[in-house]
């Protein structure tokens, strides 16, 4: 049963990079059919798909973040990572790493983390 | 970007009720619909995917349906434990949007 866990500061200044890792247990990120994903989600509201990244160096942005966000993924350390620069008060918001199956079904998710941008 | 609009906001029944909560694509889905339930604190835990099959586990009070864009989760005989924040998701296309949510009081 894959586990996900994401780590990374919970505190953000605006104007900086927001990093995040998502660290793999239990199952392999370079494991055929599968892609890593965040998603986020502002306390109170629906989630927002943020975009997804591939072992093969294959991603896919939300148009509405495309030129702030970049993730990737390390195999030796099987994690994947989020980075988005440029943060707004806007961009507080509990961030989740989860995995997208062949199905385009999310079947797993870490427990996310809360990052709140504040000076 | 496909919307999904999903209502009511929020209800509260009583154990026992039958509660409905609905979500309209703004555009054709198919049925690539998914169903998720959220409890305070954690990650959304999925119910029901392809509009209508349930996941292995949940139990079979939780059932969904689905009417060209229209789409509805029910639950047939309300527990104590599904007192949580019910979302609509579409995985039709990218990139993959959700219902702004539904918040089931017990």
């Known amino acids: 049963q894959v586990q996900l866990q994401e780590s990374g500061p919970g505190l953000v200044k605006p104007s900086q990079t927001l990093s995040l890792t998502c660290i793999v247990s239990?199952?392999?990120?370079?494991?055929?059919?599968?892609?890593w994903s965040w998603v986020r989600q502002v306390p109170g509201k629906g989630p927002e798909w943020i975009g997804y990244t591939h072992h093969s160096g294959t991603h896919l942005y939300n148009p509405s973040l495309k030129s702030r966000v970049r993730m990737s993924v390390d195999t030796s350390a099987n994690h994947f990572s989020l980075e988005m620069s440029s943060v707004t008060a806007a961009d507080t918001a509990v961030y989740y790493c989860a995995r997208e199956n062949g199905g385009n079904l999310f079947d797993s998710w870490g427990q996310g983390i809360l990052v709140t941008v504040s000076s | 970007d496909i919307q999904m609009t999903q209502s009511p906001p929020s209800v509260s029944a009583s154990v026992g009720d039958r509660v409905t909560i609905t979500c309209r694509a703004s555009?054709?889905?198919?049925?690539?619909l998914t169903w998720y339930q959220q409890k305070p604190g954690t990650a959304p835990k999925s119910l029901i995917y392809g509009a209508s099959s349930l996941h292995s586990g949940v139990p079979t009070r939780f059932r969904g349906s689905q009417s060209e864009r229209d789409f509805t989760l029910t639950i047939a005989s309300l527990q104590p434990e599904d007192c949580a924040t019910y979302y609509c998701?579409?995985?039709?296309?990218?990139?993959?949007?959700f219902g702004q949510g539904t918040k089931v009081e017990v």
């Open positions: 998701q579409q995985y039709s296309a990218y990139p993959y949007t």
């Open positions: 555009q054709a889905i198919d049925n690539y």
């Open positions: 239990g199952g392999s990120v370079r494991t055929a059919g599968y892609y």
